[in-house]
């Protein structure tokens, strides 16, 4: 029995001194809302929209988790290596600092402007970000030209007393910076999940049949919408499956010439003898007697 008592107690302190392992979650950081895994050693786990503190390779920063790290999120992230880790919960204390950085980089940003306009330079600022932990500040510009800003870097350093770094980005990165809310009415897809802004043609508007009109189917940032893009595979897809435009078929109908295509119903419009037009599901359609090339330039 003591035996049995010793060999009880001795497992009990071996649970109690082993290290727990550390734990993995995805955080959002930074003004541009990168995304990245991050450590966090226990004792309590996180919980999603925590506002933390955490260190990443630009410095220490504000950020935010949204859920425990996987195999699915790091296949999405496209990363194997973490991106820094969690230091702490964020206090009171740290959102008072946050709300006074916020004044900081508003002072910054007016007084950048103010050095661009008097040095000449070819450049729009856009918005600054100062760090958490005070390691930098980062000021974001659009310019369709090389800027030399070597003096106005010096300039800044010597007023704020810490690293400057100078981003350029492109028109749609300014939208994901400043923009709010959508034609939809949601927020802006690029300010919230897009991490990479995918490309977008005119050819995916005609697909899904939506308005050419450019001030219709254009974002905030006066490209194309990004959410043409969403739906665009699965209308391939779909349209592949279809007689072209243009073909002859035979279905249960007779023989006819199609005239347009239904891509989300799967169905045809097909002409017969006599200007007959019929709405045709493609199931009814027996064989393609002869196609045409227009199925790849819709």
Not at 122 to 134: I, K, R, T
Not at 218 to 239: I, Q
Request: proline share 4%; with cysteine; glycine share 6%.
């Amino acid at each position: 029995m003591l035996l049995v008592m010793s060999e009880e107690l001795s497992a009990d302190a071996d649970v109690a001194v082993a290290p727990q392992p550390h734990r993995h979650y995805v955080v959002r950081y930074g003004l541009t809302r990168l995304v990245g895994e991050f450590t966090w050693k226990p004792p309590q786990p996180l919980r999603r929209l925590a506002s933390v503190i955490c260190r990443t390779e630009r410095g220490i920063e504000w950020g935010s988790v949204l859920c425990p790290a996987t195999e699915r999120t790091r296949s999405f992230l496209g990363k194997s290596a973490e991106s820094g880790r969690i230091l702490r919960l964020a206090t009171p204390d740290d959102e008072a600092q946050r709300d006074a950085l916020a004044q900081l980089e508003r002072e910054a940003f007016t007084g950048c402007q103010q050095m661009i306009h008097e040095r000449g330079l070819p450049m729009q600022l856009v918005d600054a970000e100062h760090l958490f932990g005070g390691d930098r500040i980062v000021f974001y510009y659009i310019s369709e030209q090389r800027v030399d800003f070597r003096e106005l870097v010096k300039a800044l350093a010597k007023v704020h007393k810490t690293r400057i770094e100078m981003r350029q980005i492109g028109i749609r990165d300014e939208a994901k910076l400043l923009a709010d809310y959508g034609d939809c009415g949601q927020p802006v897809c690029c300010n919230t999940h897009l991490r990479e802004m995918p490309p977008v043609s005119m050819k995916m508007a005609k697909l899904q049949k939506a308005t050419l009109d450019p001030a219709k189917i254009s974002g905030r940032c006066g490209r194309l919408k990004c959410c043409l893009r969403y739906e665009y595979d699965t209308y391939e897809a779909f349209r592949r499956e279809l007689p072209a435009v243009g073909s002859t078929v035979v279905t249960r109908q007779g023989t006819g010439r199609v005239i347009g295509q239904e891509i989300l119903a799967r169905k045809v419009v097909v002409v017969y003898e006599g200007h007959r037009q019929v709405l045709t599901d493609a199931r009814d359609v027996l064989t393609v007697v002869s196609s045409k090339s227009s199925n790849t330039s819709a």
